[in-house]
């Protein structure tokens, strides 16, 4: 089945981290380059995370994300190169434009900070199982009405796009032309749409049916199916992520 | 023991002029398998969704009467109290899966987390009624890339699993291949045996007047008529009613039995053969 979510399902040490320490460290570890704004530190960050990716094996899956971003960190190398009001050692000149050191290692440390804050979050997406992370946020007092929209979206759009895939089919072997330069092909989606929202519709309404006789506005507490295990490496991590957060704190409070 | 009880029930959905149930009054005993005929709009899954309390706590509109299931006056009662008693499956397979899981053994699990059952129940509960309907071996894949028949045994395997003590299904086979419709009809009748009251509603007349014990014939709202299949299905103004006659009855009408055997035709396959067989010998020439 098609997916929206960018998951990769391995198994790994850091797949079978609980989700919450994993949250705590993705947030933990992108604070601290901003806490302490040291390229030292940021660099410590980043190697930490890009190790765990590296054990969870999905360090592979962060080229496209970081790629992606290549745009923007271009941008902010050329602006603060250019401009950056601390500017006054040339760095080097090239097409007439001249750059110049402060800005270009202002930039680098943002960039730095920027890649690690993406990489951190990569542990999230790509390490976690997505029903996993709601499930443990659902325990934690996070309304379950909002976990189970979070959640079944992930796999409703893709049954909505293959829906769309169907209406598309009956649509040109109707005779309606799909296919062509972009006008023809933006002009396709008119005719969807009726059918898609209408069917969209009688289906969320056929849905939020079956889950009210399955109870779902039950008043009860909620138990679940599956169990969360905490492991003894789990808690040291949680203390250590809890420790370098508080130090960095401290550092901060203390300049 | 009365499992349901409805005493001149009347409903109108809101924004309709009309009537939808028009002074219905009805009860079904336990354990009984009773099927619900009727043409389209004739209030047939007006009258399933008044027994689970949506009707009229989801749609809410103008009600009047009492619908007592299990015990239990639907007014009194939520949806999610009420769905420990009675289940309810719909037409489309696919629009009952809740979504969020990702496993048919998470989505079985899925009402009973809502209910907040202990988890070594959960368990138990989730793997017995896989085994149930067979789709134990389906447990670990998707439930969107399960079969029709598969699919719409996991709706009534997620239904079952809350242990409920009458199970209503709304045109279940509707969407199947025969195959699939043979799938949900054993199941059901497996759900019998165990002592749990049925009630279907179904266009498939004739495995309904194999299986069903008792019938509800309904038109415009109102019950025309809730006797044993053989007495309903040999009706003459069925086809006015919207319903189709059993092919067996069919045969034997126009062999002109039914004047012989007033309000006692055979409504299943064996029963038509003996029939045959009594009345014109076991001659195959």
């Not at chain 1, 507490?221 to 960095?248: D, M, P």
């Not at chain 2, 907040?116 to 067979?134: A, C, Q, W, Y």
């Not at chain 2, 055979?266 to 009345?279: C, F, G, I, R």
Request: hydrophobic share 45%; aromatic share 10%; net charge positive.
């Amino acid at each position: 089945m098609k997916s929206i979510s960018l998951y990769v399902d391995l198994d790994s040490p850091l797949h079978r981290l609980d989700p919450l320490t994993k949250i705590s460290y993705t947030l933990v570890f992108m604070l601290i380059p901003f806490l302490i704004p040291l390229k030292s530190i940021t660099l410590i960050c980043l190697g930490l995370t890009l190790s765990l990716l590296w054990l969870g094996r999905v360090i592979k899956h962060i080229v496209p994300i970081i790629s992606f971003s290549l745009f923007l960190l271009f941008t902010i190398f050329l602006i603060q190169g250019l401009f950056h009001p601390a500017n006054e050692k040339v760095a080097f000149s090239i097409l007439g434009l001249t750059f110049y050191q402060e800005g270009l290692e202002y930039a680098l440390g943002l960039s730095l900070r920027f890649i690690n804050l993406l990489c951190c979050t990569s542990i999230i997406i790509l390490a976690t199982k997505p029903s996993d992370l709601i499930q443990s946020l659902v325990r934690r007092g996070l309304s379950p009405r909002f976990g189970y929209v979070m959640s079944s979206v992930l796999q409703i759009i893709p049954q909505m796009s293959n829906t769309t895939q169907v209406i598309l089919d009956a649509q040109k072997s109707r005779g309606m032309e799909t296919e062509g330069n972009l006008f023809v092909r933006a002009k396709a989606y008119i005719p969807l749409l009726a059918p898609l929202v209408m069917s969209s519709l009688v289906s969320a309404n056929d849905r939020s049916l079956a889950l009210e006789v399955r109870a779902f506005n039950a008043q009860r507490k909620r138990t679940f199916l599956s169990e969360e295990k905490v492991t003894f490496t789990a808690l040291i991590f949680r203390f250590l992520i809890f420790f370098s957060f508080i130090s960095s704190i401290v550092w901060r409070l203390k300049q | 023991m009365k499992k349901v009880i409805i005493e001149g029930l009347s409903y109108k959905y809101p924004l309709s002029s009309r009537l939808a149930l028009e002074d219905i009054s009805l009860t079904i005993e336990k354990g009984e398998f009773i099927g619900i005929v009727g043409k389209n709009l004739s209030g047939k899954t007006t009258l399933c969704q008044a027994l689970v309390g949506l009707v009229p706590h989801f749609y809410h509109g103008g009600f009047r009467g009492k619908v007592e299931v299990a015990g239990m006056n639907t007014m009194n009662y939520s949806i999610a109290q009420l769905a420990e008693k009675i289940g309810l499956v719909f037409q489309n397979p696919f629009n009952q899966i809740s979504g969020s899981k990702l496993t048919v053994y998470e989505e079985v699990a899925f009402g009973l987390e809502n209910l907040g059952i202990s988890r070594p129940e959960m368990i138990e509960r989730t793997e017995n009624v896989l085994k149930l309907l067979d789709i134990y071996h389906l447990k670990d894949r998707n439930p969107f890339e399960i079969s029709g028949g598969q699919m719409q045994r996991l709706a009534i395997a997620s239904i079952v699993a809350l242990k409920p003590e009458v199970i209503i299904l709304d045109e279940p086979t509707s969407q199947l291949d025969p195959q699939g419709t043979n799938e949900v009809f054993r199941a059901v009748n497996q759900l019998k045996e165990q002592g749990i009251t049925i009630i279907m509603v179904e266009h498939k007349v004739e495995k309904l007047a194999a299986y069903a014990d008792k019938i509800i014939l309904m038109s415009e709202g109102k019950i025309v008529d809730y006797d044993r299949p053989s007495n309903i299905f040999a009706r003459s103004d069925l086809k006015k009613l919207g319903v189709k006659t059993p092919i067996f009855i069919q045969a034997l009408q126009s062999l002109g039995l039914d004047k012989k055997y007033p309000g006692g035709l055979p409504v299943t396959l064996e029963d038509t053969y003996k029939l045959v067989v009594k009345e014109y010998g076991n001659d195959q020439n």
